[in-house]
């Protein structure tokens, strides 16, 4: 795929993008410049590895190895509850639109290769506990395990106030 093949890809999957973001609460960024760019790393991704693989990672090739970073990845509630933005800056927070301020640098959580393999080793005593809390919405009963509650449950779009610990 071309640069001048992608450009009419790119808006759609804009569009597509945005629909299905701002249906779960999410924002995509308003620099539309930078957020096609990134969609358009993710339509280089797809044609490449056969997944939208986050185009600011070093994804390993596999669908088995990236599916923790294929968009939205894994890490994008986490960033967005903590800094406003997710790691790419293809979302970020209301608050963080309004205030004006943009994408912040964010650290990478992703853990290495190595440090993932190593928490899937059988024997490790890891597979005996959860590596996540789970996280219930109150108001409807949807699961999440993760670090911390989504900012707004994608089901019924109540905030994370609403949000308890259902099993640490």
């Given at each position: ?80 509850s903590e800094f406003g933005a997710c790691y790419c800056g ?77 099993i640490s």
């Amino acid at each position: 795929m071309t640069g001048s093949e992608i450009i009419p890809d790119v808006e759609r999957r804009y569009q597509e993008l945005n629909r299905d973001a701002e249906r779960g609460g999410y924002h995509l960024n308003p620099d539309l410049s930078m957020t096609k760019g990134l969609i358009e790393g993710l339509l280089i991704n797809k044609e490449r590895y056969g997944y939208e693989a986050c185009p600011c990672r070093l994804a390993f090739g596999t669908i088995e190895d990236d599916r923790d970073v294929i968009c939205p990845c894994d890490y994008r509630d986490p960033d967005l509850s903590e800094f406003g933005a997710c790691y790419c800056g293809l979302y970020l927070t209301g608050e963080k639109i309004a205030d004006g301020t943009g994408a912040p640098a964010i650290p990478e959580r992703r853990p290495s290769r190595s440090e993932r393999k190593a928490k899937q080793m059988p024997g490790s005593g890891q597979e005996k506990t959860l590596p996540y809390p789970v996280w219930r919405c109150k108001v409807c009963g949807y699961l999440a395990a993760r670090d911390a509650p989504p900012e707004v449950c994608p089901i019924c779009k109540a905030k994370k106030d609403r949000f308890e610990i259902f099993i640490s």
